[in-house]
């Protein structure tokens, strides 16, 4: 026999699964700790990658430019600059990643919490059904 509880519960259980299940059970691994130390790296490869490529980029296109400054400003305040933005860049995407890795984290362990609620309902409504 069919309890239509039973059938909401499973439901919204696989419902969970297919949608968000994935990613909320990958964060679910981690300590808290761990997963904002893994988040804030990830953040640092990429705009590390990403602060080369504009740079690179802004170099290329603009050579004519940068030829002009460098005679007219010294190498070493050029250097400066281009270090004071590079830190700029790694700094504020830091917090960014780091202010995102903790509300990811907050909200998968709401999440996992109730999933888990979840899954105790189903398990004693199999454990009062078997006592019947």
Request: with cysteine.
């Amino acid at each position: 026999m069919l309890n239509e509880d039973k059938v909401r519960l499973m439901s919204k259980m696989a419902v969970f699964e297919v949608t968000q299940g994935r990613k909320v059970m990958e964060i679910d691994r981690y300590s808290k700790r761990d997963f904002i130390f893994v988040q804030v790296i990830k953040a640092w490869v990429l705009s590390t990658i990403g602060f080369g490529m504009v740079f690179l980029l802004t170099l290329f296109l603009c050579v004519d430019a940068v030829a002009v400054i460098l005679t007219a400003v010294s190498l070493t305040f050029v250097i400066a600059l281009i270090v004071a933005l590079y830190i700029i860049c790694i700094v504020l995407s830091w917090v960014l990643a780091r202010r995102k890795a903790i509300n990811d984290y907050e909200e998968a362990k709401r999440t996992m919490a109730r999933y888990r609620s979840y899954l105790k309902k189903l398990g004693d409504m199999y454990d009062s059904e078997q006592i019947m």
